[in-house]
C-alpha cells in the first residue's frame, strides 16, 4: 500500500523550532521527490518546499525564506521539515507529498498524487 504518514506537529511558541516527520512505504522512495505543503484555516493550500530524488531542494522563499529546510534519509523512507524561528502565520496543517512519477520534481500541487494525513502545527504569539 502506496503510503505517507506525517508526524511530529504541535503547539510551540512563537521563535521556537519544531521537525515534522513523514514516513513513506509501498514505493521506491528514493526515486522520488518529496514535498511539503501547509494549509491554514479558511485559506489555499501553499507550497512550504520539495527535496529532489538527488537532494536538490527547493522552498516557497516567501514564506519560509533561511527559517526551514527539507531533508531526506532514504535508508529510513524518510523526509523532514525543520522549521525554526517559527511564526503564528505558519500554523496550518502541514502535509507531506509525493508526485505521480519517479525521477520527477514538479512545481505545481496537481502533479502530486501521494499524500499524508497531515499533521497540525500551531504557532502561539
Known amino acids: 500500500q502506496v503510503q505517507l504518514v506525517e508526524s511530529g506537529g504541535g503547539l510551540v511558541q512563537a521563535g521556537g523550532s519544531l521537525r515534522l516527520s513523514c514516513k513513506g512505504s509501498?514505493?521506491?522512495?528514493?526515486?522520488?521527490?518529496l514535498a511539503w505543503f501547509r494549509q491554514a484555516p479558511g485559506k489555499e493550500r501553499e507550497f512550504v518546499g520539495r527535496?529532489?530524488?538527488?537532494?536538490?531542494?527547493?522552498y516557497n522563499a516567501d514564506s519560509v525564506k533561511g527559517r526551514f529546510t527539507i531533508s531526506r534519509d532514504n535508508a529510513e523512507k524518510m523526509v523532514y521539515l525543520q522549521m525554526n524561528s517559527l511564526k503564528p502565520e505558519d500554523t496550518a496543517v502541514y502535509y507531506c507529498?509525493?508526485?505521480?512519477?519517479?525521477?520527477?520534481?514538479?512545481?505545481?500541487?496537481?502533479?502530486?498524487?501521494?499524500w499524508g494525513q497531515g499533521t497540525q502545527v500551531t504557532v502561539s504569539s
Open positions: 527535496i529532489s530524488w538527488h537532494d536538490i531542494t527547493t
Open positions: 507529498a509525493a508526485p505521480r512519477r519517479v525521477y520527477y520534481s514538479p512545481p505545481d500541487e496537481t502533479d502530486y498524487d501521494i
Open positions: 509501498g514505493f521506491t522512495f528514493s526515486s522520488y521527490s
